[in-house]
């Protein structure tokens, strides 16, 4: 996680226009409403799906011991923490049986025992992309290469997450992700796996194409999104001219030549050319060199070779250091003069596309006042994926990276409601021995535990236990607490110095143990109540 990129900033510039939008519009400017009623609104509610509710963590279901003692001093005291419920015998419990949850014991202005339901919505996922339609290009311009009028290829796509707190998150989707396609069906019955951003290129009309883009980036990221926007490259060209150009510095001349002075003429290319040293590059030449596949840069003596890796990898950080020179330079623009926002507006009745879930208007002025004080070295967080390039005979494509699958979910979670740092079943090893190990395993790890069945005893215990126990390390609480919130009776807990934070030990005793979907709140004994 970065908080300090390129993407921080072009959040910056997205909620300063839709601050100044918001103002204007806030004037009925007929100027302005006409502008803003030519963008095209696509009907693709029945597509998007509504933000669901925020997802229980261990941090709502554990009671504070802090926060407990300075409520209620005496209670904080009394007992060895060894156990709670004690009341909740639970004797004609079944295994996954469902049932209330009853107070057992309270604490300050928080009891044990109490049902913990899910949270509203604190946010909602925008699907941004950029397409590469060479419409409006000279049939002979060089940045039509490898591109048809009827080409809508999603070149850029980003997730960003607007929470109610008015803070935000971002994450890029590389476009040459593998994915499977989603509505599609290949011989074998399976959905057809080619490059993530092609699903933009399989349908006639726009809401057609983002509807199955749409689709494709839920099924296969695990997230959901409830509005969608869209804008061609030829928005970018005029976006950067609007502002007078951008200045880039190149340390040795480059070129992306045309086919007929390329290399290998079966090879795309972009036409960008540029010397060494600090150039203002207009729209035509910053999409050249955004767009280029095949940079060479001149040595010294003349000649000329690969800049660089020839992958979409490459190119990818290419328009990463375009984008973060361009967003520090775009901003004070649009800031600064009220006429730019006048070609913004015009570039965006042209070139920009939404959902009908998103109001231009009214979202504007919503989204205007939510992030009218956002400090984005603060409030705005800046995720990547990592992935590995997956090559065959045909094409090459990337794949999320096996070796990087925690780090990738964390990165996904974000978008899921849950915090990087939060704890929730998916973070939380159960080790399960006792009795009935492994249909409690198989239960817990239907509620998103990553729950294993282990021996008849726990790990480094020399005596077992006649009941039902948690073994957990000092730093563990929040851990075995989002467990136990599951369980009833509830069981005792136990010291364990050779457990992470994030990994605990259930040994099941005699007695029955209910394990229930639904959330209760839990006390936890700190470290030095616990018995090793």
Not at 63 to 88: F, L
Not at 271 to 285: E, I, P, S
């Amino acid at each position: 996680m970065n908080h300090r990129s390129w993407r921080t900033r072009l959040i910056l510039i997205s909620l300063a226009v839709l601050t100044l939008i918001g103002a204007v519009a806030t004037g009925a400017s007929a100027f302005v409403l006409l502008q803003l009623g030519r963008i095209e609104r696509h009907e693709l509610a029945d597509v998007l799906t509504s933000a669901p509710q925020q997802p229980v963590t261990a941090a709502d279901v554990l009671i504070d011991q802090s926060r407990t003692a300075a409520a209620n001093p005496d209670s904080a005291n009394a007992g060895d923490g060894a156990s709670i419920g004690d009341d909740a015998s639970g004797d004609d419990a079944v295994l996954g049986e469902q049932d209330e949850f009853s107070s057992s014991s309270s604490a300050g202005n928080l009891t044990a025992g109490e049902p913990v339901l899910p949270g509203g919505p604190d946010g909602e996922n925008y699907l941004l992309v950029g397409t590469d339609s060479p419409l409006g290009l000279a049939a002979d311009d060089p940045l039509r290469a490898g591109h048809s009028d009827q080409n809508r290829l999603a070149d850029v796509m980003m997730v960003i997450r607007l929470r109610d707190d008015g803070t935000a998150a971002m994450m890029s989707i590389p476009r040459d992700l593998a994915a499977e396609i989603a509505g599609t069906s290949d011989i074998a019955g399976t959905g057809v796996i080619a490059k993530i951003n092609s699903a933009y290129n399989r349908d006639r009309t726009t809401a057609a194409r983002a509807a199955r883009l749409i689709d494709t980036v839920e099924e296969n990221l695990d997230i959901t999104l409830q509005h969608f926007v869209e804008a061609d490259f030829q928005a970018f060209l005029r976006l950067v001219d609007a502002v007078g150009g951008v200045e880039m510095t190149f340390d040795r001349p480059l070129r992306d030549q045309p086919k007929e002075n390329a290399t290998d003429p079966t090879e795309s290319r972009s036409g960008f050319v540029t010397g060494a040293g600090t150039h203002l590059l207009d729209g035509r030449q910053a999409l050249a060199y955004v767009r280029s596949r095949h940079l060479e840069e001149q040595l010294p003596d003349g000649t000329w070779r690969q800049h660089g890796a020839w992958n979409d990898l490459a190119r990818t950080d290419r328009q990463r250091g375009f984008m973060r020179t361009a967003a520090a330079q775009v901003a004070p623009a649009l800031l600064a003069n009220p006429i730019n926002l006048l070609a913004v507006l015009d570039i965006a009745a042209d070139h920009l596309s939404t959902s009908d879930t998103l109001s231009i208007v009214n979202d504007g002025r919503r989204l205007a006042d939510k992030f009218a004080g956002l400090d984005v070295d603060v409030d705005v967080e800046d995720y990547e994926l990592r992935v590995v390039d997956v090559h065959d005979p045909v094409r090459w494509s990337l794949g999320l990276d096996p070796l990087r699958a925690e780090h990738n979910q964390r990165v996904l979670d974000v978008f899921r409601g849950i915090g990087w740092d939060d704890i929730v079943e998916s973070r939380v090893r159960v080790q399960v021995t006792g009795t009935a190990r492994h249909q409690v395993a198989a239960r817990l790890s239907e509620l998103g535990f990553d729950a294993q069945a282990a021996g008849p005893m726990p790990e480094g215990i020399s005596h077992a236990p006649e009941g039902t126990v948690v073994y957990l390390a000092p730093q563990g609480r929040l851990a075995a607490g989002l467990l136990v919130s599951h369980l009833l009776p509830v069981p005792d807990f136990a010291g364990h110095a050779e457990l992470d934070a994030t990994t605990v030990i259930l040994h099941i005793g005699d007695e029955p143990l209910r394990i229930d979907p639904g959330y209760r709140r839990v006390d936890v004994p700190p470290a030095d109540q616990l018995a090793p």
